[in-house]
């Protein structure tokens, strides 16, 4: 079965300062996998996602997430936090075979320090 | 705007009762979905729907019922029998296939006391 691990619950960094969300997850082929963000209360935005080819891929907000299938990993990153990226983090993969669910990860809280 | 809307937003019930989480889409998504989120912990799948009419469970299924008798609708009853029932629970559509972007709503918050 899939599984989607994000080893950091908490993450606080500076605004300004550069950022990596870690994400690993366990899965016989390749992967989809997507980035979402989740404000307090709200539901959840995609960030990005990765179907093939390129392993680095853009997202929104200035987000960008690298695969790297040697690690199994899917790393989230933006070279400048911003306040307003403080939020929670979830990771989630699909399988490529019938059906379109998404396992996620626990999440991971980002906090910003002015 | 297209969307996918969720009502209520917070919802109080006694233990024992059923409660009715509504879930409507505008987006023409054959797809829909519910998942559980607890406080610290990622979201987990309770119920989906890829057609009209047709649903399977996901993995935390027992304690919820679903029914999909419209495209745009896809209601989630939390029933008595669920053990611990208090949580966020989020509904979610895409179009039908694999590796499609799964949108989700805002939202229903459940307490029950």
């Known amino acids: 079965a899939q599984s989607v691990t994000q080893p950091d619950i908490h993450i606080t960094v500076s605004e300004g300062a550069s950022l990596e969300l870690r994400c690993n997850y366990s899965?016989?082929?390749?992967?989809?996998l997507f980035w979402y963000v989740q404000s307090p209360g709200q539901g959840l935005q995609l960030l990005l996602k990765?179907?093939?080819?390129?392993?680095l891929v853009q997202g929104i907000k200035g987000f960008e997430a690298e695969f790297k299938r040697s690690q199994s990993s899917f790393n989230l990153r933006k070279p400048s936090v911003h306040w307003s990226d403080a939020a929670e983090y979830f990771c989630a993969v699909a399988s490529r075979g019938a059906g379109n669910m998404l396992t996620f990860g626990g999440g991971t809280r980002l906090m910003v320090k002015p | 705007d297209g969307g996918i809307t969720q009502s209520p937003k917070y919802l109080f019930r006694k233990e024992g009762q059923n409660v009715t989480l509504s879930c409507e889409q505008n987006l023409n998504h054959d797809a829909m979905y519910w998942y559980r989120q607890d406080p610290g912990q990622g979201l987990r799948l309770i119920y989906y729907?890829?057609?009209?009419?047709?649903?399977q469970k996901g993995d935390i299924a027992e304690g919820y019922s679903v029914s999909r008798e419209k495209k745009e609708s896809f209601p989630l009853t939390v029933t008595s029998a669920q053990k611990n029932p208090t949580a966020f629970y989020l509904c979610?559509?895409?179009?039908?296939?694999?590796?499609?972007?799964?949108?989700f709503g805002e939202g229903s918050w459940l307490t029950v006391v």
């Open positions: 899965y016989g082929a390749t992967p989809y």
């Open positions: 979610a559509s895409s179009m039908y296939g694999h590796g499609n972007t799964i949108y």
């Open positions: 990765y179907f093939s080819g390129d392993t």
């Open positions: 729907s890829q057609i009209v009419n047709d649903f």
